[in-house]
């Protein structure tokens, strides 16, 4: 009998694991090796931890290894990207396997470097999923990747490369990877902007149907826009310099050319929506108020004609309510702060919102049967007369570009308000006039359409605050005519008189916090206007009571009436129609300081004050079948949290002392005996200027004489310096004349030494001819005595000699 084989023992996951990464690491033919890595990435998925420990730094190996190798990198790739992402079930499962792999790559720039190395193949698997594995480390280890990419030589420029690539699955993969790689840092944001992606990011743009019929991708590209332009001056400057603003003209000029296309399928609309909503966030990326470049970026946009392109996209019937209300607000950005772009904003023409249907963006009638208004017109039409809910947030936006029609302009603002006191006191029918609407009785439209007065407070309280000129401007608004014997009713009174009765008729909240946010916007700091306010005495009891009551929720409406209070008391004087003396015992008594720091407190710490720059302004806050929670102005809140101090404090001021305020350099809000001190002044003044003019004329004598005396003595000097000149200068003549002498003189002497030395040079050769005829006489001498010493004759050293010498001379003879 045969005995049964006994079959071989089956390998655990973690064994087979541990063999397989040894085979990958030992192997030496490739095929060996990717084998292995097949196995691995059959248990990826399930046991990611396992394999990582095992295997990773073989996987990066290999990929270093064999990168020429398609095959082999692919399978690599998928690989790692698995262990990125295993399977939900996993029993290793864990967030931290993908930091632990993460750090592994980020540790060594080389494996950055290599990832991006794959961007230069051709492969399509190799550059996808280099690209995705790049984002998968990115996601986990956020600045260490960003560090390693941009010290990667070429990494940036590989990258942005990639948006070239005409397949969509790679060049979208790129941008979702440039995406997440630069919404921080300014220098990527730099290298990449650099590196021509603002003109490959509008190539995709225009390749996939611009902002009308581009899909997903569009709006991606947009975001990436935006991270390479936000709060990054020197882009957006390259942006202006590369002349992209006009690409972005021509984004909008087809949007307006496409907007009514029905060809477009209901599906495609709301990422069309998406995609202009993207855009108009883009542009105004460029318009932070008070940036570097601000105003440089309007004059280029309002130049290639951007500012018309997003205003006509705003009154475009066709255009959906969300991004009307985006448009008007990057139209008010486009035009805030620059004088020149206001001046021109009045000039533009768009469509009546008066005579098309608002909702729904509806288009049934045809665009030539609406009528053409001057954009101020259309913007106060939207603002005050279109009651629609869903037209909320658009009206909002229509009321932040008339603010910013007049922001800083002193002339635009005056012209305004001068237009709106014209059209009321005219008695003109003009349900789009803020002064009009504000001061006429409130009726039941304050009820239905509470936002109509809310608005036209809010563009009244711009038009006057911290402006002395406009508040005098403005009260200069009466109703009555004294000379009939009419009661005269001021614009204040009128205002404070609708702020009184709708309190007593339980308006809702937003009606009551538009007059009180006009009325303490208008009364602080201006004394004229306490005095126009007190004037009718009935309007200080009734504040207090409304302080005591509870309108609404009791502490918003209380709390401005409570600051209101305070604002008259501050600025009130002893020569007001109700004295200070008087108003204090009544806030004191009837009030009660306790209430009145105890309201202010309660409207400080209201979340809809206290939360304003967090809370949403919009529509959307709005509860269902309720009204938007939009009860303040921005330029309101920073008003009460500047000076809230100020007015906490007001109630605890003596009656006797009076606060002086500045306007237009003139201190005004000073009590009687302060006008007769300053009348006391005046007159020391004006005698000490007499007498200072005096001595004036006195020093002005003195200086007169002692300019004739120094003019005596300059003369006289000037003399003395002259004979000193004609003295100096006949010297110099007659040193001169010597001169000439010396040198005639020198000459001479210098020919005469010449001569003597050429006779000297003569008497010298003459001595030498002698002296050598003398030598040769000696010589013969010489021989003369030997020879006479050879003849026996006695010759002596001395005569004999000179005998001899004649004798000789005798015989020569």
């Known amino acids: 009998m045969f005995g049964i084989a006994t079959p071989p023992a089956r390998q655990s996951v973690s064994e087979t694991i541990t063999t397989l990464s040894g085979r990958l690491?030992?192997?030496?033919?490739?095929?060996?090796?990717?084998?292995?890595?097949?196995g691995l990435r059959s248990f990826a998925k399930e046991y990611p931890a396992s394999v990582a420990s095992d295997a990773l730094?073989?996987?990066?190996?290999?990929?270093?290894?064999?990168?020429?190798?398609?095959?082999?990198?692919k399978v690599t790739l998928e690989t790692l990207l698995m262990l990125f992402n295993p399977n939900d079930n996993s029993p290793e499962a864990s967030e931290e396997i993908a930091l632990w792999l993460a750090d592994e790559f980020t540790q060594r720039q080389d494996n950055i470097t290599l990832l991006l190395d794959f961007l230069e193949t051709q492969d399509f698997y190799s550059r996808l999923y280099s690209l995705q594995l790049l984002s998968a480390i990115l996601a986990s280890r956020t600045e260490r990747t960003e560090e390693c990419i941009f010290t990667a030589p070429l990494g940036i420029s590989r990258l942005v490369a990639v948006l070239d690539d005409s397949r969509e699955a790679i060049r979208n993969e790129a941008l979702s990877l440039l995406t997440y790689l630069t919404p921080t840092s300014t220098e990527l944001q730099k290298r990449v902007a650099f590196e021509d992606a603002f003109d490959r990011i509008f190539n995709i743009i225009k390749a996939e149907g611009s902002l009308v019929?581009?899909?997903?991708?569009?709006?991606?590209?947009?975001?990436l826009l935006a991270n390479l332009l936000r709060l990054n001056a020197s882009n957006q400057s390259f942006f202006r310099e590369a002349g992209c603003v006009s690409k972005v003209a021509s984004l909008l000029v087809d949007t307006a050319t496409e907007h009514d296309d029905q060809g477009v399928v209901e599906w495609v609309k709301p990422q069309k929506n998406r995609n202009i909503y993207a855009l108009l966030a883009v542009l105004r990326l460029f318009l932070v108020t008070g940036g570097i470049g601000t105003q440089a970026n309007q004059n280029a946009f309002s130049h290639h004609g951007v500012l018309d392109q997003v205003l006509q996209l705003a009154f475009s019937r066709s255009t959906e309510t969300q991004?009307?209300?985006?448009?008007?607000?990057?139209?008010?950005?486009?035009?805030?702060?620059?004088?020149?772009r206001q001046e021109e904003f009045s000039q533009c023409r768009v469509t009546s919102v008066l005579d098309q249907p608002y909702e729904n963006g509806d288009n049934s009638n045809p665009r030539h049967s609406i009528s053409q208004v001057y954009v101020i017109d259309g913007?106060?039409?939207?603002?005050?007369?279109?009651?629609?809910?869903?037209?909320?947030?658009?009206?909002?936006?229509?009321?932040?570009?008339?603010?910013?029609?007049?922001?800083?302009?002193?002339?635009?603002?005056?012209?305004?308000?001068?237009?709106?006191?014209?059209?009321?006191?005219?008695?003109?029918?003009?349900?789009?006039?803020?002064?009009?609407?504000?001061?006429?009785?409130?009726?039941?439209?304050?009820?239905?359409?509470?936002?109509?007065?809310?608005?036209?407070?809010?563009?009244?309280?711009?038009?006057?605050?911290?402006?002395?000129?406009?508040?005098?401007?403005?009260?200069?608004?009466?109703?009555?005519?004294?000379?009939?014997?009419?009661?005269?009713?001021?614009?204040?009174?009128?205002?404070?008189?609708?702020?009184?009765?709708g309190i007593q008729m339980n308006l809702d909240e937003r009606v009551l916090v538009a007059y009180l946010m006009l009325l303490c916007g208008w009364l602080y700091e201006d004394p004229d206007g306490i005095n126009d306010f007190l004037g009718e005495g009935s309007n200080l009891q009734s504040l207090v009571q409304a302080v005591s009551s509870k309108v609404g929720d009791g502490i918003i409406v209380q709390g401005l009436c409570a600051i209101l209070l305070g604002i008259v008391y501050e600025f009130s004087t002893k020569d007001s129609p109700v004295p200070r003396a008087t108003i204090h015992p009544i806030l004191a008594s009837q009030m009660g300081r306790e209430r009145y720091i105890d309201q202010l407190s309660k409207l400080r710490a209201h979340p809809l004050l206290r939360d304003f720059e967090v809370l949403p302004q919009k529509l959307s806050t709005a509860s269902v079948g309720g009204l938007p929670n939009v009860y303040f102005d921005a330029t309101f809140v920073n008003f009460i949290k500047d000076n809230f101090s100020r007015l906490l404090r007001a109630i605890d001021r003596d009656p006797g002392m009076e606060i002086p305020v500045i306007a237009n350099g003139v201190q005004r809000g000073i009590s009687r005996e302060m006008n007769t001190s300053q009348a006391n002044a005046d007159r020391i003044r004006k005698r000490t200027e007499a007498e200072i003019a005096d001595l004036q004329n006195v020093i002005k004598k003195l200086e007169t004489q002692l300019s004739k005396t120094a003019n005596i003595e300059y003369e006289t000097s000037i003399a003395e310096q002259a004979v000193r000149l004609q003295r100096a200068e006949e010297k110099a003549k007659d040193l001169e004349i010597r001169s000439d002498a010396a040198i005639e003189n020198v000459s001479k002497i210098t020919a005469l030494l010449a001569n003597k030395d050429k006779e000297k040079q003569a008497v010298q050769g003459e001595l030498d001819d002698l002296l050598m005829v003398f030598g040769d006489l000696e010589d013969k001498v010489k021989e003369y005595r030997e020879r006479l010493k050879a003849l026996g004759e006695s010759v002596s050293d001395g005569e004999d000699e000179g005998d001899q010498g004649d004798d000789v001379e005798d015989e020569v003879d």
């Open 25 to 38: 690491t030992s192997s030496t033919l490739l095929e060996d090796r990717r084998a292995a890595i097949l």
């Open 57 to 73: 730094r073989g996987l990066i190996g290999s990929l270093s290894n064999d990168r020429e190798d398609v095959d082999t990198v």
């Open 213 to 223: 019929r581009g899909d997903r991708i569009v709006e991606d590209c947009l975001i």
């Open 323 to 340: 991004i009307k209300a985006e448009a008007l607000v990057t139209c008010a950005d486009l035009i805030r702060g620059n004088s020149a």
């Open 379 to 501: 913007l106060l039409d939207l603002t005050l007369s279109v009651p629609l809910m869903s037209a909320f947030n658009s009206r909002l936006a229509a009321c932040e570009c008339i603010k910013a029609y007049f922001y800083n302009h002193t002339v635009i603002r005056k012209h305004f308000l001068r237009r709106a006191i014209d059209g009321h006191t005219a008695g003109a029918d003009e349900t789009a006039n803020v002064l009009t609407t504000l001061l006429q009785p409130l009726d039941s439209q304050a009820s239905s359409d509470p936002y109509r007065y809310w608005f036209a407070a809010v563009i009244f309280f711009h038009l006057v605050f911290e402006d002395p000129d406009a508040k005098s401007l403005a009260m200069s608004v009466a109703e009555g005519d004294a000379t009939q014997g009419e009661e005269v009713v001021t614009c204040v009174q009128t205002l404070t008189g609708n702020l009184i009765v």
